[in-house]
């Protein structure tokens, strides 16, 4: 990473205000094959819809935290935190939407996003991540590297982005420090 980016908290506000640069980062990866949730044909239109039917009122009811990378001015990459647990699992959160934009890879951007959201996990008393990914993909070994298990491979999962398939998925977990109430 240059010493030009920088990680930021994004409010509803601040999705509303850079809606472009984040309609940009989602169409570009899901363009570029990103398994997070949509399918080929994607228009610029589906990503500005998400980040405002979805994204913005999560923000809004404190229910997801948002952070963003910023590289020389423009979003570079960006990950969520789903804080959205049943009343049983309030030491949990789930990792969502980690992206980089294409023209900004290979720049330690996703770990630097991935370090930043545990550190934002622990402060809120979360010791528990989950998240899941394509297996194989290019995360799953990132995801590993920080420490991440996997826990199951799910055959069949979910469509691939541009074939008329379904791809498995790899659930992992992490523990950010010891489980509330959990024998040692």
């Known amino acids: 990473m240059t010493d030009r980016t920088a990680i930021a908290r994004f409010s509803s506000e601040d999705v509303e205000a ?51 990378s910023w590289v020389e001015g423009r979003i570079a990459g960006t990950v969520q935190l789903d804080c959205d647990m049943p009343p049983n699992q309030p030491h949990r959160a789930e990792i969502r939407k980690l992206m980089v934009h294409p023209a900004f890879r290979n720049r330690g951007i996703a770990r630097a996003l991935m370090m930043e959201i545990e550190r934002v996990a622990a402060d809120q008393g979360r010791s528990l991540i989950t998240l899941d990914t394509r297996t194989g993909d290019k995360a799953e070994p990132l995801y590993a590297s920080l420490g991440y298990v996997t826990f199951g491979i799910v ?30």
């Open 18 to 68: 850079h809606l472009a640069g984040l309609t940009e980062i989602l169409h570009a990866s899901v363009m570029a094959g990103a398994s997070i949730n949509f399918i080929l044909p994607y228009a610029p239109s589906d990503a500005a819809r998400f980040w405002i039917d979805k994204v913005r009122p999560a923000l809004d009811g404190g229910k997801l935290v948002m952070l963003v």
């Open 155 to 184: 055959p069949g999962y979910a469509r691939d982005v541009s074939e008329d398939r379904f791809d498995d998925c790899s659930f992992m977990y992490k523990r950010l420090g010891p489980q509330p109430g959990a024998s040692v």
